[in-house]
């Protein structure tokens, strides 16, 4: 359920800023691989943190995370969520190569294309905007979904109880990989965006 402080109006226009930005990831993904990559984001919500854990995932179930700050004009953290699947499946894509790889490998591809797609999708949204949004290193994390959920919330104390969710689909030679993108904001910044865009 998308939280009731944001209106229908607020949450559309809020679709069409990321459905540009992950085109422009998408973009990006495609002239560095030299192959076409889909990004298409068929869900966006902005919850509670009680309500991802009833309705999006479970807090035990264990996942493949990338977690970037966003710096600048506006303040927030983007933690990028990965079964271990779809970590193989990316791993693929950004090398290239249908064998089996290393762990190792296969976290390095996944912050890779997290670095890519994140920085990407702000730098699209910095032009539409005229802001000016930067990215910290990528850190990534194997833990339970909970764990690292909590984690950035106990460290970033100053952030919303809400918490935005971005469904990625990326597609490729015909396959689809589920993943999703949580964007934690500092109180305000969503607001000023609606200011910005005149909703």
Known sequence: MIDSKYTP?????LK???NIGGGNAATSLSKLLNKRIDM???????????EVYKNIMAEDKVINSVIMNMLGDGEGIFVFVASEEATSDLAKMMMRSDEDM?????????VELVNITVSSFLNAISKMIDANLITSIPLQITDMFGAVLSSVYMETEYY????????NEFSYNGNKID?????VPRP??????????GV
């Open 9 to 13: 109006l607020q949450i559309d226009c």
């Open 188 to 197: 305000g910044v969503l607001e000023n965006l609606f200011k910005t865009l």
């Open 102 to 110: 290393s762990e190792e490998i296969e976290n390095s591809a996944l």
């Open 179 to 183: 993943t999703s993108l949580y964007f």
């Open 160 to 167: 919303d109880e809400n918490i935005m969710i971005i469904k």
């Open 40 to 50: 298409t984001v068929p869900i966006i919500e902005v919850l509670s943190y009680e």
């Open 16 to 18: 069409e800023v990321v």
